[in-house]
């Protein structure tokens, strides 16, 4: 029994490399931007988010507050939508923060204040002023809803109670302008990291003295940001273009990234603390893997970046949902990565724009009424029966109807090797009636067809025969392919066994012809001539690359030998 015969497989060329990795196609999916101006063209120093709602905690904490000027705003996670102003204050704000529990907002100002308000009246429930100097930061416990911490440019931090009226610690070490501040996360929660601008980062105890910190971490330039990982043993600091990475536990730093130009402003996670992000005055966005703190992505803004964050969704699984970039020129940037079913909303809502402004609306909602209808036919029991009565036997087989051949691979298969080629080269065959401008006209079939037919004439030792009958008319889109593709390196094995059975069939007849001694009536063997000279011109370039590569080998060798 026969054999069946199959269809000559297209060759597959090795896979170069991704211009976009998996990780740079990740960010750059949060899109639809929306660019909010400041009202009053403040910067925006200041972007919170509060942590995800533990289970004993019912209320929504659906809003992520940004802190602008005179004024806080408490933006929507699900619509993007302004839904609340806080404005009850005398001078600039500072660092306006949501309880987890999204009921309460903490901000300090420029006069030194601490303001609590309630979320839903915006009514202030708790004013202290014990601060001399700017609070610049101010902070809920992740764990207790009625503490809180603040820094100041007074050189101090504080720790604070909600039903007290003072403060309940004062951690005095610092010698200079205290402006960045967090607390430590899960069981070290009790434990609060400052950054200062006397170049140093204070690790301090609330169970210990508050004039001495737990540990000291020295900088070389003022610390802007000082933000803690999730495991609670790692701290990362940003001081000038700098971003250290200091371990707890050891008591050191363990390296320090310079990926920035200019003076790193803001700290945040994303991806479950998977993903560290920085944003500087220079501009740019950085994205960081926390394993090895290798840069896997990044994104450029107008403006110099002040403060950022990435607004997770309220679900179990913590997805991260907005990345949200405040800029020193006032501008609020919302990028917005959208799930599986609002992408295929975005993309019906681009097509009906895109519809209306080419004028072709109606046949847009004729081409939805039919989609719209077929659906209604697969509605389940309706139409259809989806209840089996048992399970399927699949009956092995080539159940699928073949493709049809093309007409080259036809010409193969049957052993007419000179035309499948002419195939190839030219879709169309030529006859002795086809003038030379429609010949002129064909264009060839794409080249990793033409580079498959002819592995498969050199396997099948059939090249000779394939080349052999050619003419002037039929060699020119030949060497014309070969002097296109032989740069490229994997068509080069292939060009190079060609090339030299074109010059053993026809390298007297060509010679010939360049000497004079044999004219073409009708020019064709002047235009083979010249495609020989650009072939040569290209085989001499190739040659000059090789040879130094060849070099550069050597050098290299001689280098790992010495």
Same mark, same amino acid.
């Given at each position: ?13 090795? =896979? ?13 999916? @949060? ?45 929507? #996670? ?7 102003? +806080? ?41 202290w ?40 610690t004062?951690?005095a ?9 967090? @607390?430590?996360p ?26 001495? =910190? ?20 790692? #701290? ?39 993903? $560290? ?10 994205? @960081? ?7 896997? =992505? ?7 970046? $002040? ?26 940037? +919302? ?11 975005e ?6 724009m895109?519809?209306? #402004? ?7 909602d ?24 048992g ?58 067809? +033409? ?41 080069q ?12 069939? @026809?390298? =007297?007849? #060509? ?12 020019g ?7 495609? $020989? ?17 060849g ?12």
């Amino acid at each position: 029994m026969a054999a069946e015969v199959t269809r000559l497989p297209q060759l597959k060329l090795p =896979a170069g490399p991704s211009p976009r990795t998996p990780e740079q196609t990740y960010w750059q999916s @949060f899109r639809s931007q929306q660019l909010i101006p400041s009202p009053s063209s403040y910067p925006v120093t200041h972007i919170s988010s509060p942590p995800p709602n533990p289970g004993n905690l019912t209320t929504s904490n659906d809003l992520f507050a940004v802190t602008t000027g005179l004024r806080v705003q408490l933006y929507s #996670i699900k619509t993007r939508k302004l839904v609340k102003t +806080i404005t009850r204050f005398e001078e600039t704000a500072y660092s306006g923060d949501i309880r987890r529990d999204g009921r309460v907002m903490v901000a300090g100002d420029d006069a030194g204040a601490i303001q609590v308000f309630d979320v839903n009246s915006r009514a202030i429930l708790k004013t202290w002023k014990e601060h001399r100097q700017p609070v610049w930061t101010t902070r809920f416990s992740p764990t207790e809803t009625t503490t809180l911490m603040s820094t100041s440019d007074d050189r101090t931090v504080r720790l604070w109670d909600l039903p007290s009226q003072e403060s309940v610690t004062t951690f005095a070490g610092h010698a200079d302008y205290v402006r960045t501040g967090a @607390f430590m996360p899960g069981s070290a929660s009790r434990m609060l990291v400052s950054g200062s601008y006397d170049t140093t980062v204070r690790l301090w105890d609330s169970r210990a003295p508050p004039s001495r =910190a737990a540990m000291i971490f020295k900088h070389a330039f003022p610390v802007e940001s000082v933000l803690p990982l999730p495991s609670g043993t790692t #701290i990362l600091a940003s001081a000038d273009n700098q971003i250290s990475v200091l371990d707890v536990v050891a008591g050191k730093p363990l390296r320090l990234l310079q990926n920035h130009q200019k003076t790193v402003t803001s700290l945040a996670l994303a991806s479950n603390g998977t993903r $560290l992000m920085s944003g500087g005055l220079d501009g740019h966005l950085k994205v @960081f893997e926390t394993t090895e703190y290798n840069i896997v =992505a990044g994104r450029k803004y107008p403006s110099p970046i $002040l403060s950022l964050t990435v607004v997770p969704t309220r679900s179990k699984r913590d997805e991260d949902r907005h990345l949200v970039v405040g800029m020193a020129n006032g501008t609020l940037s +919302i990028r917005t990565r959208l799930s599986g079913q609002q992408k295929v909303k975005e993309r019906e809502r681009q097509k009906e724009m895109d519809a209306l #402004i080419a004028g072709n609306l109606d046949v847009y909602d004729k081409d939805q009424a039919k989609r719209a209808k077929k659906q209604r036919h697969l509605v389940p029991g309706k139409t259809q029966d989806f209840s089996g009565e048992g399970a399927d036997i699949i009956i092995a087989g080539n159940d699928r109807r073949p493709k049809k051949e093309l007409p080259w691979q036809n010409a193969l298969r049957k052993g007419h090797y000179p035309l499948a080629l002419s195939l190839v080269l030219c879709p169309t065959p030529s006859s002795t009636s086809t003038s030379n401008s429609n010949n002129q006209s064909r264009q060839p079939l794409p080249p990793l067809t +033409i580079l498959t037919l002819l592995k498969a004439l050199i396997h099948r030792s059939a090249l000779h025969a394939a080349l052999s009958t050619r003419t002037e008319t039929t060699l020119a889109p030949l060497l014309r392919w070969l002097t296109r593709y032989l740069p490229h390196p994997a068509y080069q094995s292939i060009c190079v066994e060609v090339i030299g059975v074109v010059l053993d069939l @026809f390298g =007297a007849d #060509i010679g010939a012809a360049g000497s004079g001694e044999v004219v073409d009536d009708d020019g064709e063997g002047g235009a083979v001539l010249r495609l $020989l000279r650009s072939l040569k011109g290209v085989v001499a370039r190739e040659v000059v690359v090789k040879r130094g590569a060849g070099e550069c080998k050597g050098g290299v060798e001689m280098v790992m030998l010495g």
